[in-house]
Structures are given as structure tokens and as C-alpha cells.
């Protein structure tokens, strides 16, 4: 059956709850309204959640290994730990691996070029000679860093680094202050900032051992281990965990992501504030979904008793006020999703943090709101399956 013929069927035999709905334009619209602002406050806290959780795991998903070792005392990538690199020269001897390359992670203070205010940045480094990164305008810059004091610069880093992209791409050198280190910008590149760094620059790793000092190379934030064509990942970790003292973590790809969200979700305070953010949403929303087709079914008492007392069963009624339920959920969740594109924009473009709406949160959102309105429905007709007819008129 084709659409225009729904439609058609639609318009002249509306569903019972349909008809019901529209009979009170005012009322529908005012349900639609609570419903989209319920949406809207699941899409933002969803949305704050994946943007600033998705970018703490940005580093760890543009590493291009199969393992990686960490210290053990290491929490997330950021907490200052580190490892000696002579474990890095262990596990390159171990059977199976093919290469083990020394990636380093540090912050520093980016002195703005225009107005000389001091901004925090994070500094990755490595050797241009293993490239440990997947980002395709890196590795074309390789022979870049390799020279003296020079540096990538993220596009996307926050506009207090002043504007390097801008004079960059006009052809202009930028010079500036780095951990009162002289440094040039080479060349740019795009990853993005996060709520916790300002913006992030690249260099090799004989800039990083200028920057902090000859102690500094031998301290490895992490350790990128690619395994030979046909080994087993999981065996190979096995013998480097067995070649290696408990100083040293091993993980895959997938256990170095995971360990780094959980720690931001779970342990520390700002994953706790966001996860109680999205649950108040949700709360919200369960409350204004519920006292919307309450009072519809309470306005509507009358009418459902004279059914009821026709023989119709509750469950031919709780399919009415499960259609309206399912109806309120459509036609709120398109404003709300709508509003929410544009919030995200409007917010991407004041913070330079990644909010673009992502298919996983919009279905997401979606099925909360039906499943939202269903329970609604179900909790609202209780009053109705109780009611006796009689006392109703």
C-alpha cells in the first residue's frame, strides 16, 4: 500500500484517538509543546554527554595500534603518569610484535601570538620516523616536525590560541611562546577540543625533549604495540604481559578506549554531573508526558465509561490512549528534534566543542518518547479500569 493511500485512508477514517486529540486544538498543542520541551532537554543533556565523552576518547581512538601499555597507575591519559621506555624495548622483543613505538602526552602554555594571554594546550608527540596516528594531514606532515621547534596546530582548538588557522592559511608566519620555548607553526591539522583541553598541538619527539628535557624522552605517557600479520591479538598480549613487570598495563584497542570513558564516566565528578543531568531529563520528561494524557483521559472520562458500559474491554480502550499516546509522541518529538538540531549548531559554534546531532542519539531520544508516552498512557487509564460506569454519570 502505497503512502499517498494511507494518507488518503487517514484523512477520511481518522483513528479514535486521533480524532480525540484534534477535537481540543488548543490542548493538542499544548501536549505537543511539553512534549517537545521534554525532548529537548533529553536531546541537550544526550548530546552534552556524547560531545564532551566522545572527545576524551578522542586520543585514545586515533592511536594506530593493536596494544598499548600504560602504567598502572594510570587512570586516564591526562593524570601525569608514566612509564619507563625501556619496557617499550621489552615488549618489542616479545614474539608476535612487529613494532613498538613511544608516544608522549604533556601540557604546556600557548602564548597567544596578538594579545599575549597564556592559554593551556596538550602537547602529542612522537617519533615522525613510527607515526602512531591515524590522521591522514599529520602523517603528510611528517617531515615537518622533524624540524627545530616547529608545530601542528589543531584548526578546531579554542579561540584563545588566537587566530593561527586564519593567518596560516593567508600565507602569514606564526611565531610564539611555548613553554617559554620559541616555536613556529608548521602546518595544521583537525581533531577537535574538548571540554577539559583548550586545543592540541602535534610535534616530533625530539621538539617534546627541547620542550621538557632530556629526562622527558624517556617517560612514556603510552606504549604503541602493532602485532605481526596473523598472530593472535589475544596471545600476543598475553606474552607481553608475561615478558613485562606490573608497572606496566597492557590493553587492546578497544580496553584503552573503554578505560578511559569509564574513569570520566564513572569516577570522576563530571561524568556523576552528567549522568544525573540525563536522568533529570528523562524524569522531566516522564512527568510532562504523564500529566498531559492524564488530564485527556480525565476530560474524556465520560466518554470512555459510555464504551465501557457498552461492552467494549479496557484493553480496546487502552489501544485508544495508546494511539494518542504514540501520536503526541511523532508530532512532539519533530519540533523537538528540530530545535535541538539548531541548539547544537547555535552551541557548536559558541564553545568550538563537536555537537552535531548523531543518528544514535536521535533514535535514542525517540524511543524514550514512545516508550515515555506508552507508560504514560498505560498509568493515566488505571483511573478509567477502576471506574465503575455508573459512577462516572
Known amino acids: 500500500m502505497s503512502l499517498k493511500t494511507l494518507l488518503k485512508r487517514f484523512t ?3 483513528p479514535l484517538g486521533w480524532a480525540q486529540l484534534r477535537h481540543q486544538k488548543v490542548r493538542l498543542l499544548v501536549a505537543v509543546a511539553g512534549i517537545a520541551f521534554a525532548d529537548i532537554l533529553i536531546f541537550m543533556q544526550l ?8 572527545g576524551v576518547t ?8 593493536d596494544l ?3 602504567s598502572s597507575r594510570s587512570k586516564f591519559m591526562d593524570d601525569g603518569q608514566t612509564f619507563d621506555r625501556h619496557h617499550l624495548y621489552q615488549a618489542d622483543a616479545v614474539e608476535g610484535v612487529s613494532a613498538a613505538s613511544p608516544f608522549y602526552y604533556s601540557h604546556a602554555g600557548w602564548v597567544n601570538p596578538w594579545n599575549k594571554k597564556v592559554t593551556d594546550v596538550a602537547i602529542l608527540a612522537f617519533d615522525p620516523a613510527h607515526p602512531v596516528l591515524d590522521l591522514p594531514d599529520v602523517n603528510q606532515q611528517l617531515e615537518t616536525i622533524k624540524l627545530p621547534d616547529q608545530v601542528l596546530v589543531d584548526r578546531q582548538a579554542r579561540p584563545d590560541l588566537g587566530a593561527i588557522a586564519a593567518a596560516f592559511d593567508h600565507g602569514k608566519t606564526v611565531t610564539t611562546e611555548l613553554s617559554q620555548r620559541r616555536v613556529s607553526v608548521g ?3 583537525t581533531l577537535g577540543s574538548t571540554l577539559f583541553v583548550e586545543g592540541f598541538l602535534i610535534t616530533s619527539d625530539w621538539n617534546y625533549l627541547r620542550l621538557y628535557g632530556a629526562d622527558s624522552i624517556d617517560n612514556l605517557k603510552v606504549g604503541v604495540l602493532n602485532v605481526q600479520s596473523g598472530e593472535d591479538i589475544a596471545a600476543v598480549k598475553q606474552r607481553v604481559r608475561d615478558s613485562l613487570p606490573n608497572v606496566v598495563s ?5 580496553e584503552f578506549i573503554a578505560a578511559e570513558k569509564d574513569f570520566w564516566d564513572k569516577n570522576h565528578p563530571a561524568g556523576t554531573i552528567f549522568n544525573f543531568g540525563v536522568a533529570i531529563g528523562f524524569v522531566v520528561g516522564v512527568v510532562i508526558v504523564y500529566q498531559v494524557l492524564f488530564a485527556d483521559v480525565n476530560d474524556h472520562l465520560a466518554e470512555y465509561a459510555t464504551l465501557k458500559a457498552m461492552g467494549y474491554p479496557d484493553k480496546s ?3 485508544i490512549v495508546f494511539q494518542e499516546a504514540i501520536i503526541l509522541a511523532l508530532l512532539g518529538f519533530i519540533p523537538g528534534f528540530g ?4 541548539m547544537y549548531s547555535l552551541l557548536e559554534t559558541l564553545t568550538q566543542m563537536p555537537l552535531a546531532m548523531q543518528s544514535a542519539v536521535a533514535l535514542r531520544v525517540f524511543l524514550l518518547t514512545v516508550i515515555m508516552c506508552l507508560a504514560s498512557g498505560a498509568i493515566a487509564i488505571r483511573k478509567l479500569q477502576s471506574a465503575d460506569p455508573a459512577e462516572v454519570f
Request: net charge neutral; charged share 10%; hydrophobic share 45%.
Open 317 to 319: 480502550l487502552l489501544a
Open 12 to 14: 477520511k477514517e481518522p
Open 58 to 65: 578522542r586520543i585514545n581512538e586515533h592511536l594506530n595500534g
Open 68 to 70: 598499548y601499555i600504560v
Open 187 to 189: 602546518g595544521m591539522f
Open 339 to 342: 530545535v535541538s538540531i539548531g
Open 47 to 54: 548530546g552534552f554527554y556524547n560531545s564532551i565523552f566522545g
Open 250 to 254: 597492557i590493553m587492546t584497542h578497544q
